[in-house]
C-alpha cells in the first residue's frame, strides 16, 4: 500500500472529506491535516506518533503546513 493511502486511513478515522474518506493524494491529506491541527484534536507530534504507531507510517514534513 503506498505511504499517501495509509496516511490517508488514518486521517479518515478524524476527518469526513465530503461524505466519504480521505483521498489518498497529496491535497487532500494535506487539508485534512491543517483541520485536524487548526480545530486542535492533535499536535503534530501526536499525529506523527499516533500514524506511525497505528499505521506504520510516518507523515512526512512536507504534508504539513509551514505555520500552524
Do not use: C
Not at 494535506?30 to 507530534?45: P, Q, R, S
Not at 500514524?51 to 509551514?66: E, G, Q, T
Amino acid at each position: 500500500m503506498r505511504q499517501l493511502d495509509l496516511i490517508a486511513g488514518f486521517l479518515s478515522e478524524y476527518v469526513d472529506y465530503a461524505g466519504s474518506t480521505v483521498p489518498g493524494s497529496v491535497d487532500p491529506v494535506k487539508d485534512a491535516i491543517a483541520v485536524l491541527l487548526e480545530n486542535g484534536v492533535m499536535t503534530i507530534d501526536e499525529m506523527r506518533r499516533e500514524a506511525l504507531r497505528d499505521y506504520s507510517v510516518i507523515i512526512p514534513w512536507n504534508l504539513f503546513p509551514k505555520e500552524v
